[in-house]
């Protein structure tokens, strides 16, 4: 069984109610979200807030643009510091993504922490080796710059692991 985490903070130059304005608002992950990805939500509850218990459906395309099915559950949140998804139906055995906002220095740290286990043992693992692990620095590469651009930052961290 093999599992890898990938890690990014970011600082956004706003404040603390703007930045969990939009991260927890499910109709803005379109926004953040590469083109190529062909990301739609399909789940009715794109408006709302999320929750706890919350179950957002979506389309993704990551692979030759073939449609996939992706289904999270919001499994925890805490207003305003953080919320966390965990994949139910989707490409990857293990998906568990925490979301981490923290007010400092002026603004807001934000903190994702990303533990995930592709499919399909060690073919999972080459798969990762050879083109899962670059796609999500990509994914994560765009949505950094999306919520700079958002936010108009002009001091920006970002640290990848």
Do not use: C
């Not at 999320?50 to 643009?65: A, H, R």
């Not at 990857?92 to 807001?108: A, C, F, M, N, S």
Request: no cysteine.
């Amino acid at each position: 069984m093999a599992f890898y985490q990938k890690k990014t903070e970011q600082f956004i130059n706003a404040s603390l109610e703007e930045v969990w304005d939009f991260m927890s608002s499910p109709k803005n992950l379109k926004e953040i979200t590469p083109k190529h990805m062909g990301f739609d939500i399909t789940s009715d509850n794109k408006e709302e807030k999320m929750y706890q218990g919350m179950i957002i459906s979506y389309i993704v395309k990551p692979i030759l643009g073939i449609p996939t099915n992706w289904v999270t559950e919001i499994t925890h949140v805490v207003d305003h510091k953080y919320f966390v998804d965990e994949q139910r139906i989707g490409p990857y055995k293990l998906w568990h993504h925490q979301h981490i906002l923290e007010e400092r220095d002026g603004g807001v740290y934000m903190k994702d922490i990303i533990t995930y286990e592709p499919p399909m043992g060690f073919l999972g693992a080459i798969a990762n080796s050879l083109f899962i692990k670059k796609q999500l620095n990509t994914i994560f590469d765009f949505r950094f710059k999306a919520v700079d651009e958002k936010f108009n930052n002009k001091h920006t961290v970002l640290q990848s692991a």
